[in-house]
């Protein structure tokens, strides 16, 4: 298995960190709040590390979980330490009143992040069309995912299948503002009976 690099310590980071780890990979996580980091990697345990924020991540594969509206500061952030790495975006771009996307055609989070991104580094959206909750259970799960450079994808779906998942490729980068909506969709179905135990699926 790898390094992966998480940047954020929340409730996603946790969920996808925790899986992670289960199934054989090393976890560094990464936050502006050292201590929270160092925390969620010893929640984490089975050998997770706290890393520097800012700092060159050690996974070659960097998960950026945090919220949206802080995500392309992050990167830009982080610069040239990113360069060569495969970012996932696992952002959901909700307005604050719950509304619709606060982005647009064209222009979604990973979109953002890859205009920001330093030469060489890919990015990837994925994991936001998951509930963390239902990310912790460990169970089969379809995982969307899109992205420009093939490579970069081959290499996010070989991790997604080795958490258990099977990796459905929606496309390219301009697929990404698409699963975003994917994303307001589930939490609409999830507020209206669904529960926030489901998960989409392909068949």
Known sequence: MTTIS??????????????AAKHGHTVELMSRDAGKARALAEQIGNGATAGTFGARPAGD??????????????????????TGTILVDITNPFKTDASGLATSQGNSVAQQIAAVAPEGAHV?????????????????LDAFFAG????????????????????????????????????????????????????LALS
């Open 6 to 19: 998480i940047i954020g310590a929340g409730n996603m980071a946790a969920a996808i960190g925790t899986r």
């Open 61 to 82: 594969i960097v998960i950026v979980a945090v919220r949206h509206a802080a995500a392309v500061d992050v990167v830009t952030h982080y610069g040239d330490a990113l």
């Open 124 to 140: 990837v959206k994925a994991f936001n069309t998951i509930f963390g909750g239902v990310i912790a259970e460990d169970g089969p």
């Open 148 to 199: 420009e450079d093939a490579d970069a994808k081959a290499r996010v779906a070989a991790f997604l299948e080795s958490l258990g998942m099977r990796p459905r490729d929606a496309g390219g980068l301009e697929l990404t503002h698409a699963l975003e909506w994917a994303g307001f969709l589930l939490v609409g179905l999830a507020d209206n009976g669904a529960g926030f135990d489901a998960a």
